[in-house]
């Protein structure tokens, strides 16, 4: 798939991240496009609005044992 500046778009599932309110979520399995030189990813608007209806509603979270460190030079 190709796009009208000559991009190569690939259909892929990947996992979506994003910080709301002090809180980390992690998406897997999202359905997007992506830029195979460039790695950016594209949502089609239905799947935009069901990532907001995850984040909102906190659907059956799966909670994780993780550790986070903090960068500082």
């Known amino acids: 798939m190709t796009n009208d500046s000559n991009e190569m778009l690939v259909e892929?599932?990947?996992?979506?991240t994003l910080e709301m309110d002090g809180k980390f979520f992690i998406i897997e399995n999202v359905?997007?496009?992506?830029?195979?030189e460039t790695g950016e990813q594209f949502f089609s608007p239905d799947t935009a609005e069901r990532l907001q209806q995850?984040?909102?509603?906190?659907?059956?979270?799966?909670?994780?044992?993780?550790?986070?460190?903090?960068?500082?030079?």
């Open 12 to 16: 892929q599932e990947v996992t979506d």
């Open 54 to 73: 995850i984040i909102w509603n906190s659907e059956k979270p799966v909670y994780l044992n993780y550790l986070l460190l903090q960068f500082s030079a």
């Open 31 to 36: 359905p997007a496009r992506v830029n195979i």
